[in-house]
């Protein structure tokens, strides 16, 4: 059985931060909800102080997963790294719900898109690990690169840059071509993909942009840009939130 067409495909969004979250502070997170209302899905808010229990029921009412970028960085003991300097304090409840969030879609085949932090959990969460710091600026950076990509060094306007997506890709279908510009806004960023990754996008810096999942025939993507905070008629915006919906409507229902 599939989702009936006239069915808007629940997807829940983990909110960035669980000190955001008790804040009320929702102006970035609600960008990522907006972003899946005009792709014809219905944004399911995901507290992150939900007990087990509660987080499993939830996630078992939900077609697909959005995991929502953050100013958190992952917990480098995850990926089995030293902590370094310029990494920012984890947020424990946002890496306790991103796993069992993920751990849910992909034990029920249910799709996935991934964003800036959340391609990072994404990547952990499969084993991988991380750049702790890239910057165009810093010595400290761990890779030598002339993009500004973290948002530290952006003044009164969002950067952007190009991208190289590989041909053949679902990414590449969705940008309808193996070129795109995307905004950069980030100071990590994947080193080595996890299990079942495919990396399918570069920076010409050589930073790793977007993965696919390649391990079987479920839907999830992880982009390093934040595509909620683009136009909508970019190729590398919207379009990629639509995909995730039309691939919900197709998919198996596994409530």
């Known amino acids: 059985m599939t989702v009936e067409a006239n069915h808007k495909p629940r997807i829940g969004l983990p909110y960035r931060t669980r000190n955001e979250e008790l804040k009320g502070e929702r102006a970035k997170y609600d960008r990522y909800l907006e972003s899946v209302r005009l792709a014809g899905g219905e944004p399911v808010p995901i507290s992150l102080g939900l007990s087990a229990d509660e987080l499993k029921r939830l996630a078992n009412s939900l077609d697909a997963v959005v995991l929502t970028g953050s100013p958190a960085d992952v917990e480098p003991a995850l990926y089995h790294a030293a902590r370094h300097p310029k990494s920012a304090d984890a947020?424990?409840?946002?890496?306790r719900t991103d796993f069992a969030l993920l751990d849910h879609?992909?034990?029920?085949h249910k799709?996935?898109?991934a964003i800036c932090y959340g391609v990072q959990?994404?990547?952990v969460f499969l084993g991988g690990s991380l750049i702790q710091h890239l910057s165009s600026r810093d010595a400290s950076?761990?890779?030598?690169?002339d993009i500004p990509h973290p948002t530290s060094e952006q003044t009164d306007k969002e950067f952007r840059h190009s991208i190289r997506i590989d041909s053949g890709t679902r990414?590449?279908?969705i940008a309808q071509g193996t070129e795109g510009q995307v905004n950069s806004s980030h100071h990590q960023a994947i080193r080595e993909p996890g299990r079942g990754?495919?990396?399918?996008?570069?920076a010409p810096d050589g930073v790793i942009e977007a993965v696919e999942w390649t391990a079987d025939t479920n839907w999830v993507t992880g982009v390093q840009w934040?595509?909620?905070r683009m136009a909508g008629t970019e190729p590398l915006a919207l379009p990629l939130f639509r995909d995730l919906v039309a691939t919900t409507l197709k998919a198996p229902v596994r409530r």
């Open 105 to 108: 879609a992909f034990t029920e």
């Open 111 to 113: 799709p996935v898109l």
């Open 91 to 95: 947020d424990a409840d946002r890496e």
């Open 226 to 228: 934040h595509p909620e």
């Open 121 to 123: 959990s994404l990547n």
């Open 141 to 145: 950076s761990e890779i030598r690169t």
């Open 171 to 173: 990414l590449a279908a």
């Open 197 to 202: 990754l495919r990396v399918v996008a570069h």
